[in-house]
């Protein structure tokens, strides 16, 4: 009897010891899955991933404090003299332009949701058609991208995704669930598009016939929603704005380059309206 | 001897729960060799069940089996990822084929006790 006490005191401390393993194990897991870890194999990547992903944020952060020192120093520059004041005053609408400082005023929030309908797959469909058909039933990237350029052809003067504000140099594009945003992740469902202009503008600019948001209203109309807003802040750009290759170019060649654009306007203007005119020009030469 | 072979689950159960409501979790890193432990533990543990039921269970070969067999499945694991080989495949499927066939001869002698 007394061997017999031994061997259940053992296998019932291993048991313990294997519960707690498993229950380690799960919450591991659980923190894998809850950081978005890639890989749960490929330990040492992890490891390097939630660092690098630490380190992104705590110096975007910094950029954040250096661009607000640098506008100090520019406004207290700005103080000196009549010059440097117009100076500062440029640099202030160049810095809104860029998107390079938090800007506030009037304008619209777009907000664009997956639908609802695409939960429930209709039981006669099989898996891969419903993948076909319910692709219309999400946000891509690309409608997120017409608005930007719809908002931007009515007249927005500053334009964020998601709390990141659209620079001259910022991609918006679709990694999985998430929208990369400037390089950084952000909600896939809803999408807030936040612009800065004449709020009636950029509203009838979104519900122009034909326009970019019309296609959601014949699959769900509560997709999309456009809120007229009276005041709202967007925040600065803060990524890099580090120039490697390109440089201010001479005037003569920029307006070279200018007056081809033109020409080259012209030109396709005329292929257009009436093929044959080209070709005479051409003739009489 | 039927009350016994609930101490091994009463075992687990107060083993998850001490661990699982505690706040302590382990970095990604070492989930990899958690999982080979996990299995490790198993295997001891239906191996133990069985050398128990057929009456040959001895106390030093239970436990060094657990431990060794542990450190090494580790050690693959820790090899296997430098080398860029899944050696860990190999303890993964040696301790999992030993698992069912220790519980299917657990099974086995359970029933023809019960009959017997």
Redesign the interface.
Same mark, same amino acid.
């Given at each position: 009897m007394e061997?017999?006490r %031994?061997?259940?005191i =053992? &296998?019932? $401390? #291993?048991? +313990? #010891?294997? /519960? /707690? #393993? !498993? +229950?380690? %194990?799960?919450?591991? =897991?659980d *923190? &894998?899955l809850k950081?978005q #870890?890639p890989d !749960? *194999?490929q330990? *040492?990547l +992890? *490891?390097a991933f $939630?660092e690098l992903r630490e380190d992104a944020t705590s110096l975007r952060r910094q950029v954040l404090d250096l661009q607000k020192r640098l506008r100090e120093y520019q406004l207290q520059t700005g103080s000196d003299s009549e010059k440097s004041k117009l100076l500062a005053q440029d640099l202030m609408v160049a810095n809104m332009l860029a998107g390079t400082v938090s800007v506030s005023g009037p304008g619209v929030a777009v907000t664009l949701r997956d639908s609802k309908l695409a939960e429930k797959k209709p039981e006669d469909i099989s898996e891969a058609d419903w993948r076909d058909l319910s692709e219309e039933y999400y946000i891509h990237d690309r409608d997120i991208r017409d608005v930007v350029n719809e908002l931007r052809a009515s007249g927005a003067e500053a334009i964020s995704v998601n709390d990141q504000r659209v620079s001259g140099l910022t991609p918006i594009r679709c990694v999985g669930p998430v929208v990369m945003v400037n390089d950084v992740r952000t909600a896939g469902s809803p999408v807030i598009v936040r612009a800065i202009g004449d709020p009636d503008a950029l509203l009838s600019g979104m519900m122009m016939t034909k326009g970019v948001l019309d296609a959601f209203r014949d699959v769900d109309p509560t997709m999309v929603s456009i809120d007229k807003v009276k005041a709202q802040t967007l925040p600065a750009y803060t990524g890099s704005t580090a120039l490697r290759y390109a440089k201010v170019a001479n005037d003569v060649k920029a307006n070279e380059a200018q007056i081809k654009s033109e020409n080259a306007e012209k030109l396709g203007d005329k292929a257009v309206q009436d093929p044959q005119s080209v070709n005479r020009d051409r003739g009489q030469k | 001897m039927k009350a016994q072979i609930w101490f091994p689950v009463v075992g687990v159960t107060v083993g998850f729960s001490v661990v699982f409501f505690s706040k302590y979790t382990l970095s990604p890193t070492f989930a990899p060799y958690l999982s080979i432990a996990v299995l490790a533990a198993l295997d001891a543990i239906c191996g133990g069940i069985r050398a128990a039921l057929e009456g040959k269970f001895t106390d030093g070969i239970f436990i060094t089996g657990f431990i060794i067999n542990t450190v090494l499945a580790a050690l693959l694991a820790w090899i296997g990822d430098k080398i860029g080989v899944d050696i860990v495949l190999a303890a993964v499927v040696m301790l999992g084929g030993r698992i069912f066939l220790n519980l299917s001869l657990i099974r086995r002698l359970l029933l023809t006790k019960a009959t017997s």
């Open positions: 061997h017999a %031994s061997w259940t =053992q &296998i019932t $401390v #291993l048991s +313990a #010891l294997m /519960g /707690g #393993l !498993v +229950a380690l %194990s799960l919450k591991t =897991q *923190r &894998i950081d #870890l !749960v *194999r330990g *040492r +992890a *490891r $939630v | -």
